[in-house]
């Protein structure tokens, strides 16, 4: 089939995606900083070539782009860019010489949501600098497609859930006690009412959607697509379906924001806002018309397996 370089290959997208590139025939590089291993081992990664870069060091050098570019690969994924000169100096040096570029964004390039759900091609005003530099990304590898025939595809992950993690909370942050609350049948407070949303993704259907995008070359080039379950959670159905999955019924209370952000961790409290304050609920309808993607998890779904996860490990009490 194909060469693929992988950049950031061990995190939680690599984990998933690795083992289905080898599955599906192709020649796989793995590129990390040799210091994580991916979260489940799988027997398929000794058919992979593993190549250790610090890509901050190699950066600083100015010699990043030219390490990937000598590899000579028919498709590059690059899951770990987060600036725009990241992205410069990568993509300057793979010009002319791939067949295929997937960069994975986020779907927080959309700033708050407007009309839901989003579609790709919505009006984006994004805040923050993760969402500021990632929409950065964005335009410039879509204005190389347009005016170079720059080979690029975008994919848009959502909260990105898997065994191995926490997974983004019913309070809107990633501290797992909340799901030993719950467990508890402990009172939850939630912010406001508990109707801002969030919007998951196993992390097997973002690799999933990446193999689709190259097995469907020609559609996905020049276009962005979401990574995300089919459908957004409020917090508060997220919070009274985790209650019933520990084997309760919700126990919820409710508080404006800033008065319940004074219960909280302040850190804890500012994560709440920034996907609060965000509450995507994005199309897939673009995905799968053009690709066939299909996820196989729900939010709740995907999240459940994770909690399942942290339960076996110790990080989340077992309901009584």
Known sequence: MSKVVVIGATGHIGTYLIPR??????????????VAKPYQQSPVWRHVTTVVLDREAEEARGQ???????????????????TQSSNSQLVDALQ???SQFIHIGTIWTHGTSAIVP?????????????????????????????RQNFPVTILHPGHIVGPGWAPLNPAGHFNPAVFSAIARNETLSLPNFGMETVHHVHADDIAQLVIRAIDNRHAALGEAFHAVSDAALTLRGYAEAMYRWFGHQPNLAFAAYAEWAKGQDPEEAKATWEHVARSPNCSIDKARRLLGYA???????AVQEAVTWLIGDGQVESPA
């Open 96 to 98: 002319g010489r791939v």
């Open 295 to 301: 996820p196989r998890y729900t939010s709740l779904e």
């Open 21 to 34: 590139l080898v599955m599906a025939g192709h020649d796989v590089t793995a590129i990390s900083r040799g």
């Open 118 to 146: 989003t579609l790709e091609s919505a009006a984006k005003y994004p805040f923050g600098d993760y969402g500021v530099q990632k929409a950065a990304i964005e335009t410039d590898l879509l204005t190389r497609a347009r």
């Open 64 to 82: 990043f782009g030219s390490a990937i570019a000598a590899l000579e690969a028919d498709v590059v994924i690059d899951l770990i860019c987060f």
